[in-house]
């Protein structure tokens, strides 16, 4: 069973009820929400919404809650992990070694 509460015009709350009876809400992961605030803001944007708007559309009504979690959760780190060597190779000063070296 599946229903929709709308707490505002722009954000409905969604939910559903597991076959054993469990309630689960069909709210994105907070952490890796939480670890995409941290990459910068230019790209920041474009990211979250994106992936906000796949899980709610896409995933949760097709594949489920616990699948939509785990695709989530793989998306914020491919995403996140390329930002984040860039920056510590920024940060080191690695990114002027790799350059000299021709990588």
Do not use: C
Request: proline content about 6%; charged content about 15%; overall charge positive.
């Amino acid at each position: 069973m599946q229903f929709v509460v709308k707490l505002s015009q722009n954000q409905p709350l969604q939910a559903s009820f597991g076959v054993a009876g469990a309630f689960s809400s069909a709210a994105s992961p907070r952490f890796p929400k939480f670890l995409l605030l941290l990459i910068p803001k230019k790209n920041r944007e474009y990211v979250i919404g994106d992936l906000e708007e796949e899980f709610h559309t896409i995933l949760v009504p097709e594949y489920g809650y616990r699948i939509a979690r785990w695709w989530y959760w793989a998306q914020v780190l491919a995403a996140f992990v390329p930002i984040l060597w860039d920056q510590l190779k920024r940060a080191s000063g690695l990114a002027v070694v790799l350059k000299l070296l021709g990588g």
